[in-house]
């Protein structure tokens, strides 16, 4: 993927902000509906998004460093690497969701939420806005970043802000069908 640093960081704003204006209207549901599940095994909609907020406690605070400490300055174009592509497409969102293994450490399943789960989530999207504003200024290609799975694999920045914000798109569109099924 080859797109211009601009647009990449454009449409991952946009994406941000339809997230979090999701996850801001969730806070209008009961405290039954946010916490329904289909099964024993199924998540909650309040689980969905404490999923994501186990994954923004680990990138928020390492793409902020990894921002800050950055000596390349910014680049016009954002070039996506196979390894990228993959990890982002692998947590993207698509109707017929793929089921994935979770991590025990990140997996909020039987986990006691309430609302203060989504305020964090709201809290962390503004960090998410914040960076992507801040990220203007350094280059994507060459601000690296480790991963949740092992500080060892190092993504380029545009694909790391991929990853994590699709991977938010993929479970809030879970929390959202939940929240339709425990309306019937």
């Known amino acids: 993927m080859v797109s211009t640093s601009n647009n990449l960081l454009q449409d991952l704003l946009e994406l ?24 024993l095994e199924s998540w909650s909609a309040l689980e969905c998004i404490e999923h994501l907020n186990k994954y923004g406690d680990f990138y928020i605070p390492e793409i902020a460093n ?5 000596k390349h300055k910014s680049s016009e174009i954002f070039k996506s690497n196979w390894l990228g592509k993959y990890f982002s497409k ?67 920045l545009g694909d790391t802000f991929r990853v994590l914000i699709y991977h938010n798109e993929r479970h809030i569109k879970q929390a959202e069908k939940t929240i339709v099924k425990a309306s019937k």
Do not use: C, G
């Open 16 to 39: 941000t902000r339809e997230n979090l204006n999701i996850v801001e209207n969730l806070k209008n549901q009961s405290k039954d509906h946010l916490n329904w599940k289909e099964n």
């Open 66 to 70: 990894k921002i800050h400490t950055s």
């Open 90 to 156: 692998s947590v993207s969102y698509n109707e017929d969701l793929n089921k994935m293994k979770t991590f025990k450490s990140m997996n909020p399943l039987n986990s006691k939420l309430n609302n203060q789960t989504l305020e964090k989530f709201i809290n962390q999207q503004h960090q998410i806005i914040e960076l992507l504003n801040k990220s203007k200024n350094v280059n994507l290609d060459k601000t690296k970043t480790a991963i949740s799975i092992s500080k060892l694999i190092k993504l380029r």
